[in-house]
């Protein structure tokens, strides 16, 4: 079975500045990686995925993320937040031989001005 | 394009009753899942069906139940709710069962439970 751990619960950042969150999984086979976010009262909308092939994905709304076989990693990156950018962000993994998504608990990113 | 629907947006339930949530996916989509989201938490995962049949289940006692109908939309029945049972219950709807195929996700019931 895999999980997901997402380092930071809350993650306060400046209009304009970078963010990144941090985002470890354990799983004993190929994994498929996501990001999604989520807005107050509203679903979850994807991100941006990682399946294979380049360890650098690029999402909707500026984001990237990097997949690390070697340190279990797919932090998420952006290089300049916006306040629309304050929501929820959730990490999560599938597997191979594994139908569902696990998700971590969640990163919330608060934009001041 | 209608992304996934779900219906209804609120529901307010008192402990023994039953409930049932209703989803639409994406036209097209031929599979469909549940997940439950507590306050604070990270979605989990309750069901998938694939083509009407259940291709897995979550961690959830046997007082959930869910199916999907012949036009892909599917209804997640909970029976004797319990308080702990109040969450956001997300529908997400994928193009194929495969894993690696990314789920969209409606815009959730909150069931409330007192």
């Known amino acids: 079975a895999q999980s997901v751990t997402q380092l930071d619960s809350q993650v306060p950042v400046f209009e304009e500045a970078p963010v990144e969150l941090r985002c470890n999984y354990s799983s004993s086979v190929s994994v498929y990686l996501f990001w999604y976010v989520q807005y107050p009262n509203q679903g979850l909308q994807l991100l941006l995925k990682y399946l294979s092939g380049s360890t650098l994905v690029k999402g909707i709304n500026g984001f990237e993320a990097e997949f690390n076989k070697s340190q279990t990693s797919f932090h998420l990156r952006k290089p300049s937040v916006h306040i629309s950018d304050t929501a929820e962000y959730f990490c999560?993994?599938?597997?191979?031989?594994?139908?569902?998504?696990?998700f971590g608990a969640g990163t919330t990113v608060t934009v001041r001005a | 394009d209608a992304g996934v629907t779900q219906s209804p947006t609120h529901l307010i339930k008192t402990r023994g009753q039953h409930v049932t949530l209703r989803c639409s996916p994406i036209s097209g989509h031929k599979s469909v899942s549940w997940y439950q989201q507590v306050l604070g938490q990270g979605p989990q995962f309750i069901f998938q069906?694939?083509?009407?049949?259940?291709?897995g289940r979550g961690n959830f006692p046997d007082r959930f139940s869910a199916r999907q109908f012949p036009n892909y939309s599917s209804e997640l029945n909970v029976n004797a709710l319990l308080l702990g049972d109040s969450a956001l219950y997300l529908c997400?709807?994928?193009?194929?069962?495969?894993?690696?195929?990314?789920?969209?996700f409606g815009n959730g019931t909150r069931l409330t439970v007192t």
């Open positions: 069906y694939y083509e009407k049949e259940e291709r």
């Open positions: 997400a709807s994928s193009f194929t069962d495969s894993n690696n195929s990314p789920l969209h």
């Open positions: 999560a993994v599938s597997s191979s031989n594994d139908y569902k998504l696990s």
